[in-house]
């Protein structure tokens, strides 16, 4: 009796349990650092104030912003390991193409959010306005955030039908979809478009219980990655 179709490749095994925990530490960093952040930084609506009342606020407490920015960005890098190991559990074209978006998706982020440990501690000591305002908007506002937003939205609207459809119903693409469209939307925040920090606030938290979620199919539901998934549609 041939059990292949039962019994995952073990090299598909070890993918599985990797990818699933760097996902649940991914979302663990990520969500300890954006509260550590709001409650010692005030952060992200400390962004909207002048450069003197951030850097100000940031000399206030150094060490544990610039600890806490750290683990943000460790957690922004993980996304590049997932999404290598993603898209070769999905093992089809959208996978492959999905592993170079995710990998971007995590370089931006992590580009912009090192500007924090890196740069702003020297500005804040000479209290160099002119220039955090550069950096926080080349670095911050372009690089990490609007590429951020948009590369991490397109791995995610990838990955859905390269391997997420296949390990669950439609509910759990479409939260996909809806955190991706919500996760874009932060591109108009800038533009001081009314609702869209809300909105993309919102995305983020869809998208770390997507992304919790989606590490409890790939562990929970082996067989349906080793079983390709339809080419199109929603359909589970």
Known sequence: MSIGSETPRPSNTSRRRAVAALIVLAVVLANAAFIGLGSV?????????SANEILVKFRAD???????????????????????????????????LSMGVGIAAAVVQ????????LIV???????????????????GTVVGETFGYLLTAAWTILIIPALARRLAGNWFSWLG??????????????????????ANFLGYILWSVWMLAFATFILRRPERIEAPGPASGLAA
Do not use: C
């Open 110 to 117: 992590v580009v912009g959010l090192s500007r924090w440990p």
């Open 62 to 96: 150094e060490g544990t912003i610039v600890a806490l920015f750290i683990t943000l960005a460790l957690s922004a890098a993980l996304l590049a390991p997932i999404a290598i190991l993603l898209g070769r559990l999905a093992a089809n074209e959208r996978g492959r």
């Open 177 to 198: 979809y809806t955190a991706a469209a919500l996760i874009a939307v932060g591109v108009l925040v800038p533009l001081d478009v009314p609702g869209t920090d809300f």
């Open 41 to 49: 930084f005030e952060y992200p609506d400390i962004l909207q104030e």
């Open 121 to 139: 501690p020297s500005l804040a000591d000479d209290n160099d306005t002119d220039t955090f305002d550069t950096v926080h908007t080349v670095l």
